[in-house]
Nanobody
Framework: QVQLVESGGGLVQAGGSLRLSCAAS????????MGWYRQAPGKQRELVAH???????NYVDSVRGRFTISRDNAKNTVYLQMNSLKPEDTAVYYC???????????????WGQGTQVTVSS
């Protein structure tokens, strides 16, 4: 009923920037919290940044000051602006969203398919 489609990943040199986008579509009544996670090879998936429905944000310490999460509620889209990228930021980045569908009573979590970010040294 709900799809999350990510875009914007790629290969960048250390110190460079990328902007990820994630658009939610389907039978959506409301989109609540949204976030970005990442998973590097051999590591667990970790929360990178989170934004509430009212715009409050939080970040994992390793990206605070370099990454900025934002959202466009009219487009049901969340963004992740990544600056000063480091090789250790290399991972598959996934977006997630808590969505209440049309006719639903509760929100459920949905995941995007992931987008690869590779930072070369």
């Amino acid at each position: 009923q709900v799809q999350l489609v990510e875009s914007g990943g790629g290969l960048v040199q250390a110190g460079g920037s990328l902007r990820l986008s994630c658009a939610a579509s389907g039978r959506i009544f409301s989109v609540n919290a949204m976030g970005w996670y990442r998973q590097a090879p051999g590591k667990q998936r970790e929360l990178v940044a989170h934004i509430g429905s009212g715009g409050s944000t939080n970040y994992v310490d390793s990206v605070r000051g370099r990454f900025t999460i934002s959202r466009d509620n009219a487009k049901n889209t969340v963004y992740l602006q990544m600056n000063s990228l480091k090789p250790e930021d290399t991972a598959v980045y996934y977006c997630d969203a808590r969505v209440t569908v049309v006719g639903g009573s509760y929100d459920y979590g949905y995941w995007g398919q992931g987008t690869q970010v590779t930072v070369s040294s």
